[in-house]
């Protein structure tokens, strides 16, 4: 069973920043494709941004330009550093790692960003 541990997430004034890490137990980590979604309160989880195994990344409109999504084979761990935090990035961040048709999400971290 694979396992995927949040950290990083925390309360933020607006223009500040966060580095949020997903660390993926196991050996699949190198071959997957890796994801960081949200969720505000009252909405739908969205995709903020996304990894392949290649490295190739892509991201919501809303946060290009300010999130960057990269990720460490050696240590089979990904990040989302978050610049220039507005309001409306407050969510609780998740991250998802997806192989085939396998695919598990870890359990949340929460980033609040005050105005």
């Known amino acids: 069973q694979v396992q995927l541990v949040e950290s990083g997430g925390g309360l933020v004034q607006a223009g500040g920043s966060l580095r949020l890490s997903c660390v993926v137990s196991?050996?699949?980590?190198?071959?997957?494709?890796m994801g960081w979604y949200r969720q505000a309160q009252g909405n739908q989880r969205e995709l903020v941004a996304a990894?392949?195994?290649?490295?190739?990344?892509n991201y919501a409109d809303s946060v290009k330009g300010r999130f960057t999504i990269s990720r460490d084979n050696a240590k089979n761990t990904v990040y989302l550093q978050m610049n220039s935090l507005k309001p409306e990035d407050t969510a609780v961040y998740y991250c998802?790692?997806?192989?085939?048709?396998?695919?598990?999400w870890g359990q949340g971290t929460q980033v609040t960003v005050s105005s």
């Open positions: 196991g050996s699949i980590f190198s071959r997957a494709d």
């Open positions: 998802k790692v997806t192989l085939y048709a396998y695919n598990s």
């Open positions: 990894i392949t195994s290649g490295s190739t990344t």
